[in-house]
């Protein structure tokens, strides 16, 4: 069945640091890739996402690029902020009913 | 705003107890899902509401019973729950379409303890 598999946390940085948290998946087809974000005490929330090989997904500083040759989907991004602390989720979809597969979640921790 | 609300946020029950989970969506969305997280473990998808019928079901224990009365409201009803359901009960939201993927929004969720 289709997995993802995240880096085990948690990351700690300080601040303005380099961030990258590592995402692989496994999956049939071709599966779109999410990373969603659950700040302290709130619920998940898209991050971003890439659709097809190759692409893209940028939001709030943060990148991901849709590697299909290494099934990864690594989240970056270049200067980190205390105001990212928070659990990082790589996710993806493959089938029916839009079922997302997720990952175990990377605590980061970003310290002044 | 995420557009999706969860009550009660807190929740402290004990093992004979019957209580529900309730969820709203504001969004419009045609599709509503439950989700299970516990520490250390993926989340875990329970059950999918499509067009108010359920479409999915992953094998969850009978104590935990689902109800859809509308494309707004999601339910999620408790009886003689067990401790290791002690978790954060996650709703989400999402339009379904013919084709294309659309992103799934979550509530704040319910944090559960089951004592």
């Known amino acids: 069945g289709d997995s993802v598999t995240q880096m085990e946390g948690p990351v700690t940085l300080s601040e303005e640091a380099f961030l990258t948290i590592n995402c692989t998946y496994t999956?049939?087809?071709?599966?779109?890739l999410f990373w969603y974000v659950q700040y302290p005490g709130e619920g998940l929330q898209l991050l971003l996402k890439a659709t097809k090989a190759d692409d893209k997904g940028s939001n709030k500083g943060f990148e991901a690029t849709y590697r299909k040759e290494t099934t990864s989907f690594h989240l970056e991004k270049g200067s980190v902020q205390v105001s990212d602390s928070a659990v990082y989720f790589c996710?993806?979809?493959?089938?029916?009913?839009?079922?997302?597969?997720f990952g175990t979640g990377t605590k980061l921790q970003v310290i002044p | 705003e995420t557009g999706v609300t969860q009550t009660p946020r807190h929740l402290v029950m004990g093992m004979t107890n019957k209580k529900s989970l309730k969820c709203e969506q504001h969004l419009g969305h045609n599709a509503m899902y439950w989700y299970k997280q516990s520490a250390k473990k993926p989340l875990e998808l329970m059950f999918v509401y499509s067009l108010e019928e359920r479409v999915e079901n992953n094998s969850v224990p009978s104590r935990f019973s689902p109800e859809c009365p509308n494309s707004s409201h999601l339910f999620l009803h408790l009886h003689t729950l067990q401790p290791e359901d002690s978790a954060l009960y996650l709703c989400?939201?999402?339009?379904?379409?013919?084709?294309?993927?659309?992103?799934?929004?979550f509530g704040p969720g319910t944090r559960l303890l089951v004592l």
């Open positions: 989400a939201s999402s339009q379904e379409r013919v084709a294309g993927l659309e992103t799934q929004y």
């Open positions: 996710a993806l979809s493959a089938g029916g009913y839009q079922k997302v597969t």
């Open positions: 999956a049939t087809g071709y599966p779109s």
